[in-house]
Structures are given as C-alpha cells and as structure tokens.
C-alpha cells in the first residue's frame, strides 16, 4: 500500500532556483496539505486542497504555489528559491475534514 | 502552535517506566489526534479522540480527551526503545470564524535501554 508519495526525498537547491515538489495520493482522499517542519517551530501550514481544483492559503504560503489538477496529485512550486525556504516538506491527506491525516515520507529541501 | 501546547517539550525515561505527554488548549478541540514521527520520518496515525471523556488503547499506549474537551493525554506504559520518537497532537479548532487543523509542537521521546 503506497499511501502517501513524496518526490522527491532530498534535493539541494541554489538560491533563485525554481523546482516542484510532487505528492501522490492513491486513497481517493479529497483534502491535501503541504506543511513545512522546522526546529522549534512544529508543523506550519503551507497551503490545502478540498478537492480537484481547489487550493487555498495556509498559514505560511509566501514564496510558494500549488496546484491540484487531479484529485491524487498535490503539486507545491518555489518559484525562486530562498534560504529561508530549507525545510523538511510533508505532504498529507485525509478522507474528510473529521479524520486523520495520513502523511508522507518527506522532502529535505536544502537552499544555498 | 501557540493555541495547541504540548508538555513536556521532551522527555527521557528508562526503559519499563510509565510516562504521560500533555496537550492542551484554551478552545474547545472539534477532535483530537495523536501522531508519531521517528527521526528523519513521516507521521503516523496512532490514535482519533472526539468525545469529551472518551479514551482509547492501542497496545501499551492510551490517549484520553477530558471532558471539557480542552486537553488530551497520552499515556505509555512500560515504556520500550521503540517508543522513542516525537508525538505531536493534531487537533480541529474553530479559530476566527473558520475551523482550523493545527498541531502542536511536539514531545521528543527518549527511552533509555
């Protein structure tokens, strides 16, 4: 059971790069999230999706862009990479919005 | 997330203790999750708690919502090595007119052998 898919799992950027972050989901889950993790700073909200063609803002959602063109694809873009942006990404869905979410495996993301 | 706190914000214990973790908040929470991450991993879904009072088990681990629904435990008994990692609570609030999903901070883990 794949679950969750995160690609990719480590990637070094320099800074002004652009790249896209992939998660695949084969649980039919309608809602996806994408969340950074940093050291004393928990799990932070980047941007969700409700569904097929649908995104909204999170609490951290400056310096990124998502899309989500089919239902089992939640894609996070940095347009031009910063510093700021070296994190640990999870990506995660849930059935509804009054269940658990299930997460990814992560993406260490490293910005020089 | 200030309005989800966790206690401790770490813990080390020797293998067979008892040990508790703390999550709480000022609002009320529209369900409660507990989740677990080993270093360098994803989360994983332990356990869901929506009604106030209610407790569930899984194994060594036990998690209890208050009835207020304000505060969440989770409880591990004769704590092993692989106990170790980090829980983070996860949990449903209405936060300014809209429901939110926010996590806490997270407890780090350490059994010692």
């Known amino acids: 059971n794949a679950g969750v898919t995160q690609t990719p799992k480590f990637r070094v950027l320099k800074t002004g790069q652009s790249m896209t972050l992939l998660c695949a989901q084969d649980?039919?889950?309608?809602?996806m999230y994408w969340y950074r993790q940093d050291p004393g700073m928990g799990l932070r909200l980047i941007h969700y999706?409700?569904?097929?063609?649908?995104?909204a803002k999170g609490e951290v959602p400056d310096g990124y862009n998502v899309s989500r063109l089919k239902k089992q694809n939640f894609l996070l873009g940095l347009e031009s990479a910063a510093p700021s942006q070296t994190s640990v990404y999870f990506c995660?869905?849930?059935?509804?919005?009054?269940?658990?979410?299930?997460f990814g495996d992560g993406t260490r993301l490293s910005i020089l | 997330s200030q309005e989800l706190e966790q206690s401790p914000q770490s813990l080390i214990v020797q293998e067979g203790k008892n040990l508790t973790i703390n999550c709480t908040s000022s609002k009320t929470l529209y369900g409660l999750y507990w989740y677990k991450q080993k270093y360098g991993e994803g989360l994983i879904f332990l356990m869901m708690l929506q009604k106030g009072g209610e407790e569930k088990s899984h194994e060594k681990i036990t998690a209890k919502l208050d009835e207020k629904k304000q505060q969440s435990s989770l409880h591990i008994t004769a704590s092993q090595p692989s106990h170790a990692g980090i829980y983070l609570c996860g949990a449903t609030l209405y936060l300014r007119r809209t429901y939110k999903y926010i996590f806490g901070t997270g407890t780090r883990l350490k059994v010692l052998a």
């Open positions: 999706s409700v569904g097929e063609g649908t995104t």
């Open positions: 649980m039919n889950h309608e809602y």
């Open positions: 995660a869905s849930r059935r509804g919005s009054n269940q658990p979410q299930h």
